[in-house]
């Protein structure tokens, strides 16, 4: 299994810090946080990675190099260019991968620190005939996916407008499973073709949420609710909290045994 580790974003909410860093580089308990992420990524048996890259770039590379990939295999995909959003940023990382179409990927955000044990999402994902499973949490939020009864993708929803979509959906949203999307996400080889067969309709730069909607009904991806703390290290305001989450939760020794 590969891995894309998200980091191309501007991080404007990081503000003064993303003025002349990158938000993975921000660093938290001794760490950046595109650390966090290696670690974890490894400790679950993937060292086969790819970082997409936008803003700050040269620093992240040069970060990764000077630090010999962190044990890695470790390559990027270049968005200095043009920042792609999630699906396309999703698409062009995975067709960079040599023999892109082999393996599954497993995709997860740079700036969201967890104590999820990645070994676990991936072996519900072998156990699973599915084109991919999805990340979600049970919190508070005005955007959710919608999963049916067999916790399988049905729609999405914003609970602040009453938008629903697909907008001819006839899936019960009263009854329906309503998770906010974690990043966290393994996907099926299979999906590769499906990600540049939409990128053929609406261009190169899309948002992976709307691909996933736009599988549907057909489209088989899932539900997968991790055990486990989760911190999306997203505001300026939320520094202190980070970095106290990173000492409790993020030593050495929990990144080694417990990813």
Same mark, same amino acid.
């Given at each position: 299994?590969?891995?894309?580790?998200f980091?191309?974003?501007?991080?404007?909410?990081l503000?003064?810090?993303?003025?002349?860093?990158?938000?993975a580089?921000?660093?938290?308990?001794?760490?950046?946080?595109?650390e966090?992420?290696?670690a974890k990524l490894?400790?679950?048996?993937?060292?086969?990675?790819i970082i997409?890259?936008?803003?700050?770039?040269?620093?992240i590379?040069?970060f990764?190099?000077?630090?010999d990939?962190f044990?890695?295999?470790?390559?990027?995909?270049?968005e200095?260019d043009?920042?792609l959003?999630?699906?396309?940023?999703?698409?062009?990382?995975?067709?960079?991968?040599?023999?892109?179409?082999?393996?599954p990927?497993?995709?997860?955000?740079a700036?969201? #620190? *967890? $104590?999820?044990?990645?070994?676990d999402?991936? &072996?519900a994902?072998?156990?699973? /005939?599915?084109?991919?499973?999805?990340?979600g949490r049970?919190r508070?939020?005005?955007?959710?996916?919608?999963?049916?009864?067999?916790?399988?993708?049905?729609?999405?929803?914003?609970?602040?407008t009453?938008?629903?979509?697909?907008a001819?959906?006839?899936?019960n949203l009263?009854?329906?499973?309503?998770?906010?999307?974690?990043?966290?996400?393994i996907?099926s080889p299979?999906?590769?073709?499906?990600?540049?067969?939409?990128?053929q309709?609406?261009?190169?730069?899309?948002?992976?949420?709307?691909?996933? #909607? *736009? $599988?549907?009904?057909?489209?088989?991806?899932y &539900?997968?609710?991790?055990?486990? /703390?989760?911190?999306?290290?997203?505001?300026i305001?939320q520094?202190?909290e980070?970095e106290?989450?990173a000492?409790?939760?993020?030593s050495?020794?929990?990144?080694?045994k417990?990813?």
């Amino acid at each position: 299994m590969k891995a894309l580790i998200f980091a191309a974003g501007l991080g404007t909410r990081l503000r003064p810090f993303t003025d002349t860093m990158p938000k993975a580089l921000l660093p938290l308990a001794g760490h950046t946080l595109l650390e966090y992420q290696i670690a974890k990524l490894r400790a679950a048996g993937i060292t086969d990675m790819i970082i997409n890259v936008h803003h700050f770039a040269d620093k992240i590379i040069n970060f990764v190099r000077e630090n010999d990939g962190f044990g890695c295999n470790i390559s990027f995909s270049d968005e200095r260019d043009c920042l792609l959003e999630t699906g396309g940023g999703l698409r062009k990382a995975w067709n960079t991968f040599a023999v892109a179409s082999d393996e599954p990927l497993l995709a997860l955000n740079a700036d969201i #620190l *967890s $104590t999820i044990r990645l070994k676990d999402v991936i &072996a519900a994902y072998k156990s699973c /005939e599915c084109d991919g499973l999805l990340g979600g949490r049970e919190r508070q939020t005005q955007r959710y996916l919608c999963f049916d009864e067999a916790n399988r993708l049905v729609g999405w929803t914003n609970i602040a407008t009453g938008e629903v979509r697909p907008a001819h959906s006839t899936f019960n949203l009263q009854a329906s499973t309503k998770l906010a999307f974690s990043g966290l996400q393994i996907l099926s080889p299979s999906v590769l073709p499906m990600l540049d067969a939409y990128a053929q309709q609406v261009g190169d730069r899309f948002s992976v949420i709307d691909f996933y #909607l *736009s $599988t549907l009904p057909a489209g088989q991806f899932y &539900a997968c609710q991790p055990q486990g /703390e989760l911190l999306d290290v997203g505001k300026i305001d939320q520094l202190t909290e980070a970095e106290n989450f990173a000492k409790k939760h993020l030593s050495d020794c929990f990144l080694a045994k417990n990813a």
